[in-house]
């Protein structure tokens, strides 16, 4: 019987950055969010969804040629902030009891955005046009129940924080996302470096 195992594609974050962020949500007021562990984070690019065992070796090859033609680029962020699915107050004000998450915020990205048609394309992903790309990474998602009932709610402002930072995109993981004691884990499961035509490192 074949493996099902669900892949996302995206950029892994080094032990450093992560340590960075972890320093900065400690300026965060105490609010009702459950943070991801810090291994978890990362830059999700696309998600392939559940994928048969069969078909990996497809996945694997169209990342390498993706990431082989492609030299390293940064990729700039700018700020950790309260992130919406959409806007349910008049006149486009967001309030922070409909936000769903927090995110590291990036900044559009010419060269990501040029990047992630390519990577669609090779791989057969049917799409619409590329607009516009910026990278982002979950930290954590909002406890939208227990944010409603707070007698004081912060403000935007309040929650969010100025974190510039400019992260080389030099290698592209594929991740399986899967559980462990009911917890998301998302595992390497192969790395590509870019600009390079050697071959993806196992994990």
Known sequence: ????RKLVIGVQLDTHVQKMLMRALKR???VPVRMYAAENWHVP???????????????????????????PFALEFESIAPQWKKSTTEGGEKDIRTSHALWLHGVNSEDLRIFYGCLLDTLQIPHAPVQKFAP???????RQRQLSALSTVPSREDLTIAFPLLLDFMSLTLFEETQLEGKRLFVPVEVFDLGSSTLPVDR
């Open 45 to 71: 690019l696309f998600s392939l969804g559940w994928i048969r065992e069969d078909a990996l070796t497809d996945v694997v090859s169209g990342m390498a040629k993706t990431c082989c033609a492609v030299e």
């Open 136 to 142: 982002h990474v979950v930290l954590g998602r909002m």
């Open 1 to 4: 019987m074949q493996k099902n």
């Open 28 to 30: 965060l007021p105490s």
